[in-house]
Nanobody, 125 residues
Framework: QVQLVESGGGLVQAGGSLRLSCAAS????????MGWFRQAPGKEREFVAS????????YYADSVKGRFTISRDNAKNTVYLQMNSLKPEDTAIYYC??????????????????WGQGTQVTVSS
């Protein structure tokens, strides 16, 4: 059974930092790219970042580029999202996800077949 469990969310002031973790099981983690998404209240879920199976290549939404960093540790079956210079508009539930195809790195939600339960990030002004 494939499982993704996010952690590390919380309440932080604008300008602060948080590091999210996503622990994976039930699938050969090192064979899959991984993605992070977020969903703010009243808005659709949106792509945040993705990383290749090796970790050598990463991709970001324009809204987080230069502030967020995605990384992974294949030995720990974990993907991370380091979030710096947080803004109130970053407030959302953050989800990690496995793509159906191991190599997919894009923003299409329909291309991801397993999702975590999400972790809440709240940025106060």
């Amino acid at each position: 059974q494939v499982q993704l469990v996010e952690s590390g969310g919380g309440l932080v002031q604008a300008g602060g930092s948080l590091r999210l973790s996503c622990a994976a099981s039930g699938r050969t983690f090192s064979s899959y790219a991984m993605g992070w998404f977020r969903q703010a209240p009243g808005k659709e879920r949106e792509f945040v970042a993705s990383i290749t199976w090796s970790g050598y290549s990463t991709y970001y939404a324009d809204s987080v580029k230069g502030r967020f960093t995605i990384s992974r540790d294949n030995a720990k079956n974990t993907v991370y999202l380091q979030m710096n210079s947080l803004k109130p508009e970053d407030t959302a539930i953050y989800y990690c996800a496995f793509p159906h195809s191991g190599s997919y790195l894009g923003p299409k939600i329909s291309e991801y077949d397993y999702w975590g339960q999400g972790t809440q990030v709240t940025v106060s002004s």
